[in-house]
């Protein structure tokens, strides 16, 4: 069993514990005040923004030379290398599109651990979608190794996978949902950090357990799209405008999430990507790598989704349309074949 060497009772224990309730960028605490981002995406770009507005002192990297510039011009530090973002930070947070990637930027060359086994930042974060067992082999190899300074609150350097719910607009806005797995101290450690780029967190379990619950949010997430886009389809076939079968599902038993704030018919809701030609949103891609993913997942332990392997299809059959950079909402449009309300 790794070993985490988290002091039970110790300081940071009790700091953990209480200090989430409530802070300003005034009383950051010193184990969290230098954070490395890397990953400055759709979703990375808000989150390390949000931290900088909280008062971090926030040192980014991305394999985007555009994307970086658009923080070095804020003044805001940049660097070549994951490595490179390590040697300057307390935490790291990774923000990446796939568990390929969330591989190199730890092991790779002049990845966060290159440096060997003695490492400068005590926490890491990843905040990507990627499959459990990627994060739970990331996990044991932070285990193996050891901090570089004596910390006096910890012993070795932890991890935790702490993926989002929300989008774009949830990123932008502060307002995610993560779900966390690794050390519950450690959950309750970073806690802070995480509140300052989201509305809520949720202990989900050990190591792996938040990359699990993230996986499961998304296929429900495809499912309710493919059939809420299908229900609209339908009714407008029978002659039942989308803005009113909207307002239908939104006040009876078939509303959720993707009816009453992310529709994907356009015209009927404001700021969605619906309403701009399916751009800027969640891509068709990641979604249909969010669902293979789960597949996956699901063949591992042996349990067959059905209708989450019908959704892969789907998803695969739209990015093979052309439509892998559209926002996964345009399936009502590309799939479905519906027409746009006036």
């Known amino acids: 069993m790794a070993r985490f060497g988290w002091r039970v009772g110790s300081k940071v224990q009790r700091w953990g514990r209480s200090f989430f309730r409530g802070f300003s960028s005034a009383s950051i605490p010193s184990q969290l005040e230098n954070v490395g981002f890397i990953g400055l995406g759709n979703m990375g770009s808000h989150m390390a923004r949000n931290l900088i507005t909280a008062g971090y002192k926030v040192t980014v990297h991305d394999i985007n030379e555009n994307s970086m510039k ?14 490179e973002v390590s040697e300057s930070s307390d935490v790291v947070i990774t923000m990446l599109p796939s568990s390929s990637h969330v ?12 440096g060997g086994s003695h490492l400068g930042p005590w926490l890491y974060i990843d905040s990507s979608t990627v499959d459990p067992q990627t994060s739970r082999k990331i996990s044991t190899a932070i285990s193996r190794c050891h901090l570089k300074e004596n ?9 935790l996978d702490a993926p ?30 995480l509140l300052s780029m989201g509305k809520r967190a949720i202990y989900c379990g050990g190591a792996g357990n938040g990359s699990a619950a993230k996986i499961c949010n998304n296929m429900a997430m495809a499912i309710s799209m493919l059939g809420v886009s299908e229900a609209f389809a339908l009714g407008q076939n029978l ?3 989308a803005s009113t079968l909207t307002d239908i599902f939104n006040c009876s038993s078939a509303r959720c999430w993707s009816s009453d704030t992310y529709n ?22 990641l979604m249909a790598k969010d669902l293979d993913l789960a597949m996956a997942s699901a063949s591992g ?5 059905p209708m ?16 892998e950079l559209k926002d996964f909402s345009c399936v009502f449009r590309h799939y479905y074949a519906g027409k746009d309300e006036e």
């Open 164 to 193: 989002v719910s929300g989008g774009v607009p949830a990123a932008e806005a502060a307002k995610l949902t993560f779900m966390v797995g690794g050390l519950e101290e450690a959950y309750l450690a970073a806690k802070p950090l």
């Open 70 to 83: 658009k923080f070095s011009d804020d003044g805001i530090p940049t660097k070549q290398s994951p490595l």
């Open 308 to 323: 989450g392997s019908e959704a892969l299809e789907i998803y695969r059959k739209l990015c093979g349309d052309c439509c």
């Open 151 to 159: 910390k006096g609150y910890v012993e070795n350097p932890l991890i």
């Open 103 to 114: 591989l190199e930027v730890y092991n790779g060359t002049n990845g966060l651990l290159g």
């Open 239 to 241: 002659g039942i405008k």
């Open 264 to 285: 994907p018919v356009p015209g009927v809701m404001e700021g969605v990507p619906s309403s701009r030609n399916y751009d800027g949103g969640f891509t068709s891609k």
């Open 301 to 305: 332990v042996g349990f067959k989704c």
